[in-house]
């Protein structure tokens, strides 16, 4: 028996990081996130603050990103 599937196509970044932070915000137990860029800019500080809260409400978060990234900036300014 096949599982469903569902698709979604996104053509505009501001969308689909809404539809992201929409479900990272609703997660209940595990988030694990890869990103080939993360940016120490407004739309990567609205990923962090939402990454920090599910943590803090107990969620497994981990997020993978290359050492090139600028997360360990934002990091660094939200005190992780």
Known sequence: MKEACNLELF???DVLYQSM???IA???RRIQLESYIFADDEVGKRFIDVLVERAQAGVDVR???PRKSDVKVVCRSQNL
């Open 63 to 65: 997020l993978l990103v």
């Open 21 to 23: 932070l929409a479900s």
């Open 11 to 13: 053509i505009e970044g």
């Open 26 to 28: 609703s997660a209940q």
